[in-house]
């Protein structure tokens, strides 16, 4: 059984794409940070559907806990799918965000991303099959005001994604990122109202978690073997 990892999984998107993934017969891990209960929530929700689950719990930010958690679970078995999900935003103007929020988004998305990937990557090459999924954003593609930190966090994502493809691409993985939209969630909510969707969303509504879980698994899976290296949007034709 393919073993797949997805960090933030116990939010709205992250949940979703464990559901997906365990629908389509992997072990899922399901990562929390400071949301254990919502992840051991949604791992026996998957294991009462008669899917296979388990938690884990770190902060992607600290470099040594997560190498320590990881290196841990790759003793049973490689990881053969990261869905690097992890994320948070904190909005300000640049002009007057400080420090600590320009810092901790993108200690949260990329320097993430990093803890995470660095100790499965040898793991999963010995297996010679892979899938790295980032969950970036369309911010990190056309920028949005109040977000510059979280759209340089998503907008490295991208190049450590494209980077990444071409240095495992003969191993048989694949490295690809997913850019959402405006997705209906708890990170929306109150941020988007309805006549602002109508007037930017070219397809007149806001997504949902499920349309780029969706997009997640059939990346994961074997018909996308020769999509790598690509950042593909999820956002009703905005971009």
Known sequence: MIRALVTGGSGDIGATICRRLA????????HAGSNAARAETLVEELTEGGTSAQTICFDVTDREATARELNAVVTD????IIVSNAGIHDDAVLAGMSAEQW???????LHGF?????PLLLPMIATRWGRVIAVSSIAGQVGNRGQANYAAAKAGLQGAIKSLSREVASRGITANAVAPGIIVGSMSR??????YIEKTVPAKRAGTAREVADLVGFLAGNRASYITGQVIGVNGGIA
Request: with cysteine.
């Open 77 to 80: 078995a490689p990881v053969q």
């Open 23 to 30: 629908a389509d017969g992997c072990h899922v891990i399901v």
């Open 190 to 195: 109150g941020v988007f109202d309805s006549d």
């Open 114 to 118: 990093y803890n995470v990937c660095r």
């Open 103 to 109: 810092h901790r988004v993108i200690d949260v998305s």
